[in-house]
């Protein structure tokens, strides 16, 4: 069996509750529900949010962007996202920033709307990249058995 290696970046604060940022098995990383305030430091319910659906979208995906790059990937490597979406009226817009990431070969990808943990983040993603190489900074992970 492969080993698991939870991998916690740079510029990302700790999570919330007892889950890992991302988990890395074999070539498979599994990146855990993120916002706009998975790297901001402090009680999560006192972070300030960034007001619009775009600005969050674009945060959320730096975050995940992290996650990937400390497994030593790249948003390419993206195969499957999961949307989670305050709003239905705001999916247009999320959806094109969402675009700016994800140009070549889209992952695939399902969305749906949901009552998100702090009532002023409006979308939460998550993630799974397959890297082919994966090459992990000793200082950006900690091996589980």
């Given amino acids: 069996m492969d080993e698991?290696?939870?991998?916690q970046p740079k510029g990302m604060a700790e999570a919330v509750g007892p889950f890992s940022r991302a988990i890395l098995i074999g070539n498979y990383l599994h990146i855990s529900g993120t916002t706009a305030l998975s790297h901001i430091k402090g009680d999560y319910y006192e972070r300030k949010m960034p007001p619009t659906i775009e600005e969050q979208t674009r945060l959320t995906l730096d975050n995940i962007q992290k996650c990937v790059v400390a497994a030593g990937g790249t948003m390419d490597d993206v195969i499957k996202v999961v949307v989670m979406l305050k709003n239905q009226s705001e999916y247009?817009?999320?959806?094109?920033?969402?675009a700016e990431y994800f140009k070549e070969s889209p992952p695939i990808s399902t969305c749906f709307i949901a009552d998100l943990a702090n009532d002023d983040v409006l979308v939460e993603i998550e993630a799974v990249a397959y890297i082919k190489n994966p090459v992990i900074k000793r200082s950006e992970e900690h091996t589980s058995e």
């Fill in 4 to 7: 698991k290696i939870i991998i």
């Fill in 92 to 98: 247009k817009r999320m959806n094109a920033v969402r």
